[in-house]
């Protein structure tokens, strides 16, 4: 079985400061994870993925996240936060093993970056 | 830009009534999805398609059923509507059978069942 979770319900940070927001994930082969924003009233955006390769993985909006197997953690990151970050962030996997089955999501963080 | 456009986004609907979400791709997607979010709970699949005229039932079927007869459209469908239905539902879709594929997702249609 394969399951994703996010440990914060919430994330504030100052605007300027780096934030993170956290994702654990378990799988039984390989994961590929995903990192997905969504604005108010607004569908999900695709923000990034790790499918293999280099553990820092960057994407959207100067986000990045990295993969760290032994933790079994895929965190995103950023550098220095603005307001218009603030959203909800859900992080998703899917294991390499169960083939093109659909993403299984976290319930998702909501960030906060403060003016 | 992939586009998944869900037609209706904002609907209001009495107890009882039989209710149509309509998503529509223009990618030529193989891999559609109906997704229900709430808070709290995060995204929960309803149900999904690999291909024209194939449906399977994600974690939380009960009360929806899906058609799909023509490769670009997604419909859910809410057979008797509840207000325990009352929810954000988003529409999805992807490429082909590798599981690395990104999944884009529509604007969300919000349902209120009165």
């Known amino acids: 079985a394969q399951s994703v979770a996010q440990p914060e319900d919430q994330v504030k940070v100052a605007e300027g400061n780096p934030l993170t927001v956290k994702c654990t994930y378990s799988v039984s082969g390989n994961p590929y994870l995903f990192w997905y924003v969504q604005y108010p009233n607004r569908g999900l955006q695709f923000l990034l993925k790790y499918i293999t390769g280099d553990n820092l993985v960057k994407g959207s909006y100067g986000f990045e996240a990295e993969f760290n197997k032994s933790q079994t953690s895929f965190h995103l990151k950023k550098p220095s936060a603005l307001v218009s970050d603030s959203a909800l962030y859900f992080c998703?996997?899917?294991?390499?093993?169960?083939?093109?089955?659909?993403?299984?999501f976290g319930k998702g963080t909501r960030l906060s970056v403060i003016a | 830009d992939v586009k998944v456009t869900q037609s209706s986004r904002y609907l209001v609907k009495r107890t009882g009534e039989k209710v149509f979400l309509e998503c529509v791709q223009d990618?030529?997607?193989?891999?559609m999805f109906w997704y229900r979010q709430d808070p709290g709970l995060g995204l929960r699949l309803i149900y999904f398609s690999y291909d024209v005229k194939m449906k399977e039932k994600g974690d939380i079927p009960e009360g929806y059923s899906v058609s799909r007869e023509k490769k670009e459209r997604f419909s859910l469908i809410l057979e008797s509507a509840s207000t325990n239905q009352t929810s954000m539902y988003l529409c999805?879709?992807?490429?082909?059978?590798?599981?690395?594929?990104?999944?884009?997702f529509g604007e969300g249609s919000w349902l209120t069942v009165v």
């Open positions: 998703a996997v899917r294991d390499f093993l169960s083939g093109n089955t659909p993403l299984v």
């Open positions: 999805a879709s992807s490429v082909g059978q590798t599981p690395g594929n990104t999944i884009y």
């Open positions: 990618m030529d997607h193989e891999n």
